[in-house]
């Protein structure tokens, strides 16, 4: 609820949408948000009813992506935007961490997807105008956490990174931002901007 609480303070009407029920009342109780309980397939709002929707780092999480994206194609009104965030599996990050990619997340990640399934995931949904393109914003917390990930191996550890694994992450965004000069789709992360 974070993040729609920003929006709301700018401006913006919002709502929510959650699957998990502790998640929606803890949005409800800290930010009193409205936070729709259930799949977006599943929500109670009219079609072509809505500016905008987010989905950051939501995308690589659920059965159906095509339905998923096709629905929020439904929701927006002409004009309105979809903004999807995800893991980007074409990254620096893993082309080097391997299996110990942060972005991998097994099982909760069930599809990890390039600039070009992105792309495709769009267009079967219906949108014409659209882009894809990558970022490296966030190498610097893929990295950390793919080292944690390294040394640990198959043993769960602490959300804590260690002094080390953070100075080699800062080194990585620093090497990740010279990469991203010579090759656009090296970024950690893919974003999809498309317009109904």
């Given at each position: 609820?974070?993040?729609?609480?920003?929006?709301?303070?700018?401006?913006w009407?919002?709502?929510g949408?959650?699957?998990?029920?502790?998640?929606v009342?803890?949005?409800?109780?800290?930010?009193?948000?409205k936070?729709?309980l259930?799949?977006?397939d599943?929500?109670?709002?009219?079609?072509?009813t809505?500016?905008?929707i987010?989905?950051?780092?939501?995308?690589?999480?659920?059965?159906?992506?095509e339905?998923?994206?096709?629905?929020c194609?439904?929701?927006?009104k002409?004009?309105?935007?979809l903004?999807?965030?995800t893991p980007?599996?074409n990254?620096?990050?893993h082309?080097?961490?391997g299996?110990?990619?942060?972005?991998?997340e097994?099982?909760?990640?069930?599809?990890?997807?390039?600039c070009?399934?992105?792309r495709?995931?769009?267009?079967?949904?219906?949108?014409?105008?659209?882009s894809?393109f990558?970022?490296?914003?966030h190498?610097?917390?893929?990295?950390?956490?793919?080292?944690e990930?390294?040394?640990a191996?198959?043993?769960v550890?602490?959300?804590r990174?260690s002094?080390?694994?953070?100075i080699a992450?800062v080194?990585?965004?620093?090497?990740?931002?010279?990469?991203?000069?010579i090759?656009?789709?090296?970024?950690?992360?893919?974003?999809l901007?498309?317009?109904?």
């Amino acid at each position: 609820g974070h993040r729609l609480a920003e929006f709301r303070t700018v401006g913006w009407q919002v709502e929510g949408q959650e699957v998990d029920l502790k998640a929606v009342k803890t949005a409800q109780k800290t930010y009193g948000l409205k936070i729709h309980l259930g799949p977006i397939d599943g929500l109670k709002i009219p079609d072509e009813t809505v500016d905008a929707i987010i989905m950051n780092h939501v995308i690589e999480h659920v059965h159906n992506p095509e339905m998923n994206i096709a629905h929020c194609h439904q929701l927006l009104k002409p004009g309105g935007k979809l903004v999807v965030v995800t893991p980007n599996i074409n990254s620096l990050g893993h082309q080097y961490f391997g299996e110990s990619w942060r972005g991998l997340e097994p099982p909760r990640h069930i599809h990890i997807f390039s600039c070009n399934t992105l792309r495709k995931v769009a267009q079967k949904a219906g949108f014409c105008r659209y882009s894809v393109f990558t970022t490296m914003a966030h190498a610097e917390v893929i990295a950390s956490g793919s080292f944690e990930l390294q040394k640990a191996g198959d043993r769960v550890t602490s959300s804590r990174t260690s002094l080390r694994s953070h100075i080699a992450a800062v080194v990585f965004q620093m090497w990740a931002v010279i990469v991203y000069l010579i090759d656009k789709e090296s970024g950690e992360e893919c974003v999809l901007v498309a317009t109904k």
